[in-house]
T-cell receptor, first 116, second 111 residues
Framework: DAGVIQSPRHEVTEMGQEVTLRCKPISGHNSLFWYRQTMMRGLELLIYFNNNVPIDDSGMPEDRFSAKMPNASFSTLKIQPSEPRDSAVYFC??????????????FGPGTRLTVT | QKEVEQNSGPLSVPEGAIASLNCTYSDRGSQSFFWYRQYSGKSPELIMFIYSNGDKEDGRFTAQLNKASQYVSLLIRDSQPSDSATYLCAVVNTGGFKTIFGAGTRLFVKA
């Protein structure tokens, strides 16, 4: 298995531009997570999906952020308009989740976003 | 109070020593606890998970859980320079879906 695939690996954009990050989870996994990591705030959960349905988006910082999962093999995280404070590494992770106990999450390589 | 707290470090230990990493959490109903390792510039990878009170050993790693004290720890025996990384404690909340990560402890193992 190729693991979790994220694209692009690096993104540099100007303030005000739209940014779309993409993620392909591991085949067979039913849950997908988007995280943001910065030195100041660490690894923050933005949103997670179970069976393609958003379960909790309370971590999405503001309305400029949106995420979709149209099918089991693809998800996007969009920032519109982008701001310099959005600069971070964005990770996507997937897992085969069970209801009672937690589970191992498999992380993608991340997208390093720089907004100038 | 943060939901998952860790000392940010850095924790520096000599090669061959035992490294002890600690984590506390606030959600008393939490059921699942994980330790991830993250090398600089890389993504987190799971090294241990524990669900029950007590110790769980896997090679040089031992995870310890005390739910009454809301405390999780990771011991690394015979530390190697290759163990130098940031160690993230993660807790799955009551309900079983949302994972909260601590800020991580940076570990340096000196050769």
């Amino acid at each position: 298995d190729a693991g979790v695939i994220q694209s692009p690996r690096h993104e540099v954009t100007e303030m005000g531009q739209e940014v779309t990050l993409r993620c392909k989870p591991i085949s067979g996994h039913n849950s997908l997570f988007w995280y943001r990591q910065t030195m100041m705030r660490g690894l923050e959960l933005l949103i997670y999906f179970n069976n393609n349905v958003p379960i909790d988006d309370s971590g999405m910082p503001e309305d400029r952020f949106s995420a979709k999962m149209p099918n089991a093999s693809f998800s996007t995280l969009k920032i519109q308009p982008s701001e310099p404070r959005d600069s971070a590494v964005y990770f996507c992770a997937s897992t085969l989740a069970f209801q009672v106990l937690g589970y191992e999450q498999y992380f993608g390589p991340g997208t390093r976003l720089t907004v100038t | 109070q943060k939901e998952v707290e860790q000392n940010s470090g850095p924790l520096s230990v000599p090669e061959g020593a035992i490294a002890s990493l600690n984590c506390t959490y606030s959600d008393r109903g939490s059921q699942s606890f994980f330790w991830y390792r993250q090398y600089s510039g890389k993504s987190p990878e799971l090294i241990m998970f524990i669900y029950s009170n007590g110790d769980k050993e896997d090679g040089r790693f031992t995870a310890q859980l005390n739910k009454a004290s809301q405390y999780v720890s990771l011991l690394i025996r015979d530390s190697q320079p290759s163990d130098s990384a940031t160690y993230l404690c993660a807790v799955v909340n009551t309900g079983g879906f949302k994972t909260i990560f601590g800020a991580g402890t940076r570990l340096f193992v000196k050769a």
